[in-house]
């Protein structure tokens, strides 16, 4: 009887121990694939020849792909800081890589990279450059591109305007916003019309409401011989900001002209949203939280959502027992905006103690 109790308790201490060193490599699997910023499919080409060096092919990828993140995370002015930083460093950020498809086509070698920069070394080599990047989410907004023509004294919405038309023609692959535009419509073109006196003072709330979007972009473009006077209405999360912009000497029928004209805008409102999503990464929040280690379906629930929370800088276990495992996290936030990320995913914590713990 004895034996029988002690081949139990055994049983139940080895299970634990299965389970545990089963969550304890999910978690460096989950840690590794979640700290990391990845540039996807960078298409990379180099002539084939005598001075043919894969080390040079290699680098470059790794310098492309850190200015389509800077482009991705950080704003116009500050990408200008850092887009000189030498390769020596850059690789210092770079957790790993992968090249596929690799081609060689009349005399050019083609190929394909992924590459994960480290998250935590990453935010470290901003601050020390005193950047502050951006969490990098996608958005929806609705555009609405009015071009006045100050010549003819004309106003387009749909017919002949060339920013309708070409607006979303060109997308750079590090642009987080993506811009919905109305589809022609007889009542709006003639409620705008009504209103072109008053343009700059139109809500063009009719219009915004016909679209399940709650974010818009109202962009007038005055067009006075080559010179563009650009008024943007940028409300986006509950913001409003009015932007003022010129555009000397610009061609809006030459297509490189216009393509220009078109990525500046683009840039104006990347910032915007870049400027509302900003990590303050001087902000170091330490936390920690405990839950019950036998609920392994919360424990991996919990590592999933605080990997995909882009405010936890890092998180690791730092002790263990047989009845709860303890967390120590560094948050880039108020402890409240903590709270909430994981009340809008499903988790509640009880914080009437120092250290939180999972209900």
């Keep these: 009887m004895q034996f029988k109790k002690k081949f139990s308790n055994l049983n139940k201490l080895y299970i634990f121990f299965f389970y545990f060193i089963l969550f304890i490599n999910i978690l460096s699997i989950s840690k590794v694939c979640a700290s990391s910023f990845k540039i996807k499919d960078l298409e990379i080409t180099a002539p084939f020849d005598v001075n043919f060096n894969k080390e040079k092919v290699i680098n470059g990828a790794f310098k492309e792909a850190f200015i389509e993140l800077i482009s991705m995370i950080t704003t116009s002015s500050d990408q200008e800081k850092i887009k000189k930083t030498s390769i020596k460093t850059v690789k210092t950020l770079i957790d790993s890589f992968t090249m596929s498809n690799e081609k060689f086509i009349n005399d050019m070698y083609l190929v394909n990279f992924d590459v994960n920069f480290n998250k935590k070394n ?22 609405i591109p009015v071009l006045v023509d100050l010549q003819s004294n004309q106003i387009s919405i749909f017919n002949d305007n060339v920013f309708y038309d070409s607006w979303n023609l060109n997308k750079e692959k590090f642009f987080l916003l993506e811009y919905i535009l109305p589809t022609e419509d007889i009542d ?5 019309l ?11 709330k009719k219009t915004i409401e016909k679209y399940d979007l709650e974010d818009s972009i109202i962009v007038i473009v005055y067009k006075n011989y080559e010179e563009l006077k650009v008024l943007s209405k940028i409300r986006i999360n509950d913001r409003l900001k009015i932007e003022n912009q010129t555009f000397k000497k610009v061609n809006i029928r030459d297509s490189e002209g216009l393509r220009e004209t078109l990525i500046k805008l683009k840039n104006t409102y990347e910032n915007h949203w870049k ?17 019950d280690s036998s609920e392994y379906a919360k424990v991996s629930q919990f590592e999933k959502i605080i990997n995909e929370l882009d405010l936890v800088f890092s998180y690791e276990i730092s002790k263990f027992d047989s009845t709860t495992i303890y ?33």
Aim: charged share 35%; hydrophobic share 35%.
């Design 275 to 291: 400027d509302i999503n900003k990590i303050n990464t001087s902000i170091k929040v330490p936390l920690t939280i405990s839950l």
């Design 327 to 359: 967390y120590k996290l560094i948050y880039n936030g108020a402890p409240n905006k903590f709270l909430d990320d994981l009340e809008s995913k499903g988790i509640e914590i009880n914080i009437e103690n120092k250290d939180w713990k999972i209900k």
């Design 188 to 192: 709006d073109m003639y409620s705008i």
């Design 194 to 204: 009504e209103n072109s006196k008053s343009i700059e003072e139109y809500d063009f």
């Design 122 to 143: 990453t935010l470290k080599f901003f601050e020390k450059e005193n950047i502050f990047p951006s969490i990098p989410k996608k958005k929806k907004v609705l555009l």
